[in-house]
């Protein structure tokens, strides 16, 4: 049990926290920016795989790890157009349509993998490149804090800022304002001549766009290589961290880091032979878990 808690409280125990929260950081933010508009996209995990194999494949045939960036984030604002055209234009069920789009992401990016390699479960076929790190000159050279916060990936860092944009964003600008009325008075907004779809539109898009940037951390820097189903339940997990932060970018942040860190502990549990199965399970379990205290908790305030 000593050993457990040494590593938790260990400077290399923060920075796998801060590593493994990253796709969770930038899933939470796509479905936050959605939310506050009045629609939940249920499809970030789709749009995530999806960018993951197209950012592979965007670096592999550009060559240049910017273009795979470039075309993931593309591919992710792509991928949340046809969420957006099927709910906002033909008025279908956003859940049941994001449910659809996640099934058929999973189909989908084997079958191009396939095509273009050969091989459906990853992408070594494909010379892509992944984003480098960065060693921060004064921060590094700080004991501890250096070991914790220096030497992230390039989109690690990027993360904080779209969660700093976000913030200031949803507050301080007339389209955050129109996104925030859309989801709390759209009404209003419709009276005020708005069309609540159009910025519904736009929230979707800009959720894709930060969908498709948590997904090429997966492919790009997380692993350098696609692999069948990697996003493995973050978007889903993301979508906990939101509710749980009631789409506040900072509580939603808190929530998201929380599910990181049992993303970690999992993974340094496996040094003490714990089984795999187990511990694999636990991020999950306490997904689960959290939700249910938040429900709890919800449900308490509701009858005051």
């Known amino acids: 049990?000593?050993?457990?808690?040494?590593?938790?409280?260990?400077?290399?125990?923060?920075?796998?926290?801060?590593r493994l929260s990253t796709p969770i950081l930038f899933a939470t933010m796509a479905v936050?920016?959605?939310?506050?508009?009045?629609?939940?996209?249920?499809?970030?995990?789709?749009?995530?795989?999806?960018?993951?194999?197209?950012?592979?494949i965007g670096s592999a045939y550009g060559g240049n790890v910017w273009t795979g960036l470039l075309v993931a984030v593309l591919s992710g604002i792509l991928f949340s157009g046809i969420i957006a055209f099927f709910h906002l234009k033909l008025e279908t069920d956003i859940v049941l349509t994001g449910i659809a789009l996640n099934l058929m992401a999973s189909g989908l990016t084997i079958f191009i993998l396939y095509l273009l390699t050969g091989d459906k479960g990853v992408s070594t076929g494909l010379n892509s490149k992944t984003v480098p790190n960065i060693h921060i000159p004064v921060l590094r050279s700080i004991p501890v804090l250096g070991e914790?916060?220096?030497?992230?990936?390039?989109?690690?860092?990027?993360?904080?800022?779209?969660?700093?944009i976000i913030t200031v964003f949803l507050k301080k600008t007339r389209l955050g304002t129109y996104i925030r009325a859309a989801g709390e008075n759209a009404e209003a907004i419709d009276t005020?001549?708005?069309?609540?779809?159009?910025?519904r539109l736009k929230a979707l898009l800009i959720s894709g766009a930060?969908?498709?940037?948590?997904?090429?951390?997966?492919?790009?820097?997380?692993?350098?290589?696609?692999?069948?189903?990697?996003?493995?339940?973050?978007?889903?997990?993301?979508?906990a961290a939101e509710a749980m932060g009631h789409g506040n970018p900072i509580l939603s942040t808190l929530s998201a880091l929380f599910f990181g860190a049992?993303?970690?502990?999992?993974?340094?549990?496996?040094?003490?032979n714990f089984?795999?199965?187990?511990?694999r399970l636990m991020p999950y379990a306490l997904t689960i878990i959290a939700l249910t205290f938040y429900a709890a908790r919800a449900k308490k305030q509701l009858k005051k």
């Open 1 to 18: 049990m000593e050993q457990i808690v040494s590593i938790i409280f260990s400077a290399d125990f923060i920075f796998s926290v801060i």
């Open 275 to 279: 089984p795999s199965e187990l511990t």
């Open 262 to 272: 049992a993303d970690a502990l999992s993974n340094n549990l496996q040094l003490f």
């Open 192 to 199: 005020a001549g708005i069309s609540v779809k159009v910025v």
């Open 148 to 164: 914790m916060l220096s030497g992230h990936s390039v989109l690690t860092y990027l993360a904080f800022v779209v969660i700093a």
């Open 32 to 56: 936050l920016i959605s939310d506050r508009a009045g629609v939940t996209n249920i499809a970030v995990e789709g749009t995530m795989l999806f960018a993951a194999l197209m950012g592979v």
């Open 210 to 239: 930060i969908a498709g940037l948590g997904g090429a951390f997966m492919s790009m820097s997380y692993v350098s290589m696609f692999t069948k189903d990697m996003v493995a339940g973050r978007g889903f997990i993301a979508l």
